[in-house]
């Protein structure tokens, strides 16, 4: 075994460093800093600057786009893109729908959707779920019928982050209603200005409101949209699914997040120490970062390709439990620094840098914790729930 | 010892009951969130109409002198629909402080009018610097030929928006002390804004504020007398989140029942019957420690500090996992503002963040 990063390793960390502190520009990584997901506007200049740079979707085979890095590398490659407040947003077309296409799609699909979403031109959305389909996914109902050159789908999807700021969703549908609820689904690509799609955004408690409604009303979409094989939906979505998990240890995120609660409990004083040398603030972020040391090495492990003993699916539903819930952690420790000062209401309406309302000025850093600390509630819901991800562990690992 | 509600508290508690079935759904209290006043007057009317703003409060004022389990049984129904006016900050808060206070003028004009229903007072004392010290005041009032200049800035003014007064603490020769200034008072700026669970709070500006004499509220024992107040409005607070959570343990079982998963409801799920099962043992032991509180919240200073920064602890506590839960339970739904179960989240994590946090009351309590 050999722990260490190379001196190359090293050398490449300092380029990409570089890199992003001559061209993120301040008012996109502002807006990061603030509203941990932001515009999509900032997101579409940002990738269009890395992949000017060739490095615009790094964990894509070479001939689609992505580098030939190491894992290592990009690793590394994500750590300094969230150390420095860049976007990472378009994560549901570059994580999700891509691998898809490169793994199941037809040539034609790869070369029509890969590269404007490379270059930040084409936003994706996810449909999966449904209002009766959270967890039991396999229960959705949403159809889609053939009828000549063309799919026509009727349904109702709901939780589409980003949706109508997005050009295209990836959706999972009902394609044959005779068999298994599993081997009927289909997944298919539809536009979100396709006649007969509309959305109605939900508010959510953390005072934003990026999650949607679809709904589906006899919206026709050319037959050569649907990726893969009628009837393989349900396989392509779990495989999708175990990307997403693979990426839901949000090691990056976590690690930014907890930098700023140590940015913060050094900016506020009590009874004139800093909050960060006081002995119960200092041991209280000590015990979340001996948890975050070791989910940086879970992550580590599963990029180096160790062999583990057990199920890869059950180690990555691990990853899944503690990363969701490190994100609870890191942003209460936000809020925890923060104390009286969390408990200002700061709404999605506010442009970072502008005062928020009339009157006395807050601290900068008391703008987003106590949002992002609400927002990390949905991190044990999302992609697989807890309660989900522990069946995986118990039918995996103990054949329960 | 004898835990049983008298008759009359029994009638309040219907009383009480009876208003928020009819009156405070959750879509009426979105109706008042809408009106961007932070609380319905009509309401506040009411609860003048039917004494709720006399409990606790001396007789000579038009009061019904009582002990403090009737505001707390006010609080905890209150929470349970997550009530938005002012009760807690003006009839247990401030109404407390006018009602210790040296200047006896002002003290009886100002709850007379209070248990009318026609005065809300607000107190204007936190500043950003002092995170929850009661004892860190840097608003200065410099003596003038005629009474008073005040400078300095309030923040964190809790119902500051709806208050036609303003208790206001200031250094005076070195000391702290109180005035009762009204909020049009020239020089004297209120600043609203939102928290997180929907009520309004208030920065307050003191720029060249003249005061008289005779809007020295008091000057005696101040850090004391806002401490036994402040242990008050955190009991008060703790009753609140007991009601909320009582709501949201409800809530949950019910959405348990309805919704199904894998052709089954989520009740029939063990993982879901321990969860809704650890929510209950909490709210068992906040109301416990809301009894400890009742018991020791008119005895002397350090029994007082003890059972009410126990109570604090534990209700934070049990309000994060509670209000935790109920999200959990209730799936993306529960991340919804249209669904009510995350805002009691909110509301307990800023009643947790306001009059001291955790680690605070911790420490209140190791030194008491």
């Known amino acids: 075994m050999n722990f260490g990063f190379s001196p190359e390793d090293d050398a490449f960390r300092a380029e990409v460093r570089a890199f992003i502190r001559a061209h993120l520009p301040p ?18 200049r940002w990738q269009r600057i890395l992949s000017e740079r060739g490095w615009g979707a790094p964990h894509w085979p070479k001939e689609y786009g992505g580098s030939d890095w190491s894992p290592v590398r990009k690793h590394i490659f994500m750590q300094e893109i969230y150390a420095a407040d860049a976007p990472d947003a378009g994560w ?28 930040g031109e084409e936003l994706w959305c996810q449909g999966f779920s449904e209002p009766g389909a959270g967890s039991d996914l396999a229960n959705l109902k949403t159809s889609a019928r053939l009828e000549g050159d063309e799919y026509v789908i009727t349904g109702q999807k709901i939780w589409t982050s980003d949706a109508v700021h997005c050009d295209w969703g990836f959706f999972l549908v009902r394609t044959d209603s005779t068999v298994k609820p599993q081997r009927g689904l289909s997944f298919i690509l539809v536009p979100t200005n396709a006649p007969g799609l509309t959305f109605r955004p939900i508010h959510s408690i953390d005072a934003r409101s990026e999650l949607n409604e679809a709904f589906l009303e006899q919206v026709r979409v050319p037959k050569e949209n649907l990726v893969g094989e009628p009837g393989m ?20 995120f976590n690690q930014r997040q907890f930098a700023r609660a140590k940015a913060i409990a050094s900016q506020i ?3 004139d120490v800093r909050l960060i040398d006081t002995p119960s603030f200092a041991q209280k972020l000590a015990r979340v970062e001996a948890d975050l040391m070791a989910l940086e090495w879970s992550v580590l492990r599963i990029l180096a390709g160790e062999k583990n003993r057990h199920n890869l699916d059950a180690v990555v539903s691990a990853l899944k439990i503690r990363g969701s819930e490190m994100q609870q952690r890191v942003t209460d420790l936000q809020i925890e620094a923060l104390g009286p000062m969390a408990t200002r209401r700061y709404a999605d309406a506010f442009v970072p840098g502008d005062s928020p309302s009339e009157g006395p000025d807050w601290p900068p850093y008391t703008i987003g914790p106590a949002n992002l600390f609400l927002n990390t509630r949905a991190a044990t819901i999302y992609g697989g729930s807890r309660e989900i991800q522990k069946n995986i562990i118990a039918k995996l690992v103990f054949g329960a | 010892m004898d835990l049983r509600l008298t008759d009359e508290q029994e009638m309040l508690r219907d009383a009480l009951t009876r208003f928020i079935q009819e009156c405070y759904s959750f879509e009426q209290r979105r109706a008042i969130v809408a009106g961007g006043q932070g609380f319905s007057a009509e309401h506040w009317r009411t609860f003048a109409d039917l004494g709720w703003l006399a409990l606790g409060l001396p007789e000579e004022a ?15 129904a209150f929470g349970s629909a997550l009530v938005l006016e002012p009760y807690a900050s003006n009839i247990v808060l401030t109404s407390r402080i006018l009602d210790r206070a040296d200047n006896a003028t002002l003290r009886h004009e100002a709850l007379s009018a209070m248990t009318e229903g026609k005065l809300r007072v607000a107190l204007a004392h936190s500043e950003q610097q002092a995170r929850y010290e009661l004892d860190s005041v840097r608003t200065t009032a410099r003596p003038d030929r005629t009474g008073y200049v005040l400078h300095g800035t309030k923040f964190l003014v809790l119902d500051g928006p709806s ?3 303003l208790v206001v603490s200031a250094l005076l020769a070195g000391s702290i002390v109180l005035f009762l200034l009204d909020r049009h008072t020239p020089g004297l700026k209120v600043y609203p804004y939102r928290l997180l669970d929907d009520t309004l709070a208030a920065d307050v500006v003191l720029e060249d504020v003249h005061a008289t004499d005779a809007e020295i509220l008091t000057r005696t024992d101040v850090v004391a007398l806002l401490e036994e107040a402040r242990d008050r409005f955190i009991l008060a607070k703790v009753a609140e989140t007991l ?17 199904s998963q894998f052709g089954q409801p989520l009740f029939k799920f063990q993982a879901t019957q321990h969860r809704l099962a650890e929510m209950f043992v909490e709210v068992q032991e906040t109301r416990s420690i809301l009894y400890c509180g009742l018991a020791n919240i008119d005895s002397g200073t350090p029994s007082r500090r003890r059972a009410v920064s126990a109570a604090k602890v534990v209700a934070a506590n049990a309000g994060r996992i509670v209000g935790g839960l109920g999200i959990q339970l209730h799936g993306g739904m529960g991340m919804t503002e249209e ?16 009059c001291g946090d955790t680690d605070y009351h911790l420490a209140r309590l190791a030194a008491a």
């Open chain 1, 92 to 119: 549901q077309g570059m994580f999700m729908l891509a691998p898809v296409l490169i793994e199941f799609g037809s040539q034609a699909q790869r070369e029509r959707f890969l590269p404007p979403m490379l270059r």
């Open chain 1, 27 to 44: 008012d996109v990584a502002l807006d990061v800093h603030h509203w941990y997901n932001p515009k999509l506007s900032n997101y579409r």
């Open chain 2, 243 to 259: 009601g909320g959570m009582e709501r949201v343990l409800q809530i949950s079982g019910e959405y348990a029942r309805s919704r």
């Open chain 2, 163 to 165: 208050a036609h007064k």
């Open chain 2, 339 to 354: 669904y009510s179960v995350g805002h009691y989240f909110k509301r307990f994590i800023t009643t947790e963040k306001l």
């Open chain 2, 62 to 76: 038009g009061g019904i002198p009582s002990s403090f389990i009737e505001p707390a049984l006010v609080a905890e």
């Open chain 1, 233 to 252: 939906g349900w396989t392509y979505a779990k495989f999708l699914l175990e990307k997403e998990r693979t990426t839901s240890a949000f090691l990056y």
């Open chain 1, 269 to 271: 004083r009590v009874n």
